[in-house]
């Protein structure tokens, strides 16, 4: 049994703001949410990269403490987005509660934040560590703490998947929601991920020499996907949730549908787990086309993963272009709010619906000048009205993982 | 410690670490104000601090059917003779 799968409700927290029209706005005007560093006595000092993909804005976190008190930072930025598309989405509570609605969200390691404060105890010879260490501090910090956190908020019984794997956690949580959708097991599934502001994840990238260093004092101007003078990737943070239902589900309660999810694919490179590698995308890429059903010809956008890395843009235009050839438009909305790590694919499939709602498409910021081992697909480099109907998110991780969204206008 | 001295500090701990204002003195803390079982292994750690020495384990495995301040004061008010 297949059954078609629709996105329902978006909500997200990220560096260039909190709702669809603030952060549709800062897309058009072209803000960039990258910032200076905030002081870290520990790792600042051992930095290159000095810039951060930042939420500034405060966050009111009304939660009870029995809530509160199994969550770190990551947990609270995927309980405030869920609540928020809960809000938007209008589910009965029954619903809810009932087993046929299921969370699949993630983050790249738990909360890095809570993991240095546990290991602080130990080692900082201020009294005995492991007695120091909390009953709640696992809870907050283990690889799952969002998606867990997120059905105890919310009386959740359905099923759990909270994928770990980097930089594609976000997209695998929608897809393997979507699976989960479409087969039946579920008759609705809230997706996403979630990453928290944390300096180590700088510190490993920085260290592989993959963070960019050359626009310390203009943040705003990185990172530059595809760009000639692009130096690397800047992390960010944010969450971003989508609700997925049956069609006929959303369909009988009314329910607005922002687009449908018409195919996802997952694959590895089968190989290094660093190299980005030309051939593992573009199979990933032919084999989310082949469960959607469509030909690449029918792909009106796609948005790339596109970290800004010198190597990883090359091999992923090299893909797109083996796949689709130069029809497509592209756009990379990293640009905007750096890595966000395992929102990525989260955020930007949400970014993505604001395009197919608006016929809008939101260029990628800071492309000055094309490097031109990338100029061979098609670049967006300033906002396009569009109507859009078909459109695909990428997302690659280390590991050699890779995914494929495609999201198409909803016909009824 | 006297019961009114270790009653006052238990308060004090409830109130400052886990939100619970003034509870029913016999009233279950599990039912009234959700105070489950990871509230109470730091309510151990801060009786700890209150004691100024560490629990054993079977001092600990004491607390399991603790339920209601009085029982919580009942518990401290014994460690703190046993200690003495």
């Known amino acids: 049994m297949e059954r078609r799968v629709v996105i329902t409700a978006e909500a997200c927290i990220c560096p260039i703001g909190r709702s ?37 804005e405060p966050i009111e976190y009304d939660f009870a403490r029995q809530h509160r008190k199994t969550m770190g930072p990551v947990s ?50 201020e009294g005995p560590g492991p007695k120091r260490i909390g009953a709640a501090d696992y809870l907050k910090s283990m690889v799952h703490t969002t998606a867990v956190n997120i059905t105890r908020m919310f009386g959740i019984t359905g099923r759990v998947i909270s994928s770990c794997t980097a930089c594609t956690t976000g997209s695998q949580s929608i897809g393997f929601g979507y699976e989960a959708v ?31 260093t050359a626009f310390n004092d203009e943040p705003h101007r990185t990172p530059r996907p595809f760009d000639a003078r692009r130096d690397g990737l800047v992390v ?30 997952c694959g590895n490179n089968g190989g290094d787990l660093i190299l980005p590698n030309a051939e593992g995308v573009e199979a990933t890429i032919r084999a989310g086309l082949d469960n959607a059903r469509i030909a690449p010809g029918e792909v009106d956008l796609v948005s790339a993963h596109a970290t800004a890395t010198r190597m990883g843009d090359v091999v992923e235009a090299q893909a797109m272009h083996a796949v689709y050839g130069d029809r497509p438009w592209v756009t990379a909305l990293k640009s905007y709010v750096g890595h966000t790590m395992s929102a990525c ?19 990628t910021l800071n492309l000055e000048e094309v490097d031109p081992r990338c100029a061979m697909i098609r670049h967006v480099r300033e906002p396009i009205e569009a109507e859009l109907d078909t459109v695909a998110v990428q997302s690659f991780a280390f590991g050699g993982v890779n995914t494929c969204l495609l999201l198409r206008r909803f016909a009824p | ?22 509870p029913d003195p016999d009233a279950d803390l599990r039912a009234q104000h959700m105070f489950d079982s990871i509230d109470a292994i730091e309510l151990l750690a801060s009786i700890e601090d209150l004691l100024g020495r560490e629990l054993s384990q079977e001092e600990k495995q004491r607390a399991v059917d603790i339920r209601s301040l009085n029982q919580i004061v009942d518990y401290v008010v014994e460690l703190a003779g046993a200690g003495r």
Not at chain 1, 100 to 118: D, K, M, N, Y
Not at chain 2, 7 to 16: N, T
């Open chain 2, 1 to 22: 410690m006297t019961r009114e001295q270790a009653r006052d500090r238990i308060l004090s701990i409830l109130s400052e670490s886990f939100e619970i204002e003034n």
């Open chain 1, 76 to 125: 609270y930025y995927a309980c405030q987005a869920v609540k928020e598309l809960l809000e938007r989405a209008g589910l009965e509570p029954d619903f809810i509660r009932s087993g046929r609605l299921g969370v699949a969200f993630g983050s790249i390691h738990g909360s890095p934040t809570v993991q240095r404060e546990v290991y602080s105890k130990l080692l900082d010879g």
């Open chain 1, 345 to 363: 694919g989260a955020l930007e499939t949400i970014f993505t619906l604001y395009m197919l709602e608006r016929g809008i498409i939101y260029p």
């Open chain 1, 236 to 265: 960010g943070e944010g969450a971003g949730a989508v609700l997925l239902e049956t069609l006929d589900g959303a369909r009988s309660r009314g329910a607005t549908i922002l687009a449908e999810l018409i195919g996802f694919a």
């Open chain 1, 20 to 56: 669809a029209e603030q952060i549709a706005d800062n897309l058009l005007r072209g803000v960039s949410g990258v910032r200076p560093l905030r002081e870290d006595p520990v790792l600042g000092p051992y930095l290159h990269s000095r810039v951060f993909g930042t939420v500034d």
């Open chain 1, 182 to 212: 479409k087969y039946g097991l579920q008759d609705a599934m809230i997706c996403g991920a979630a990453d928290e502001y944390d300096l180590t994840t700088v510190a490993v990238f920085d260290n592989l020499l993959a963070c960019s």
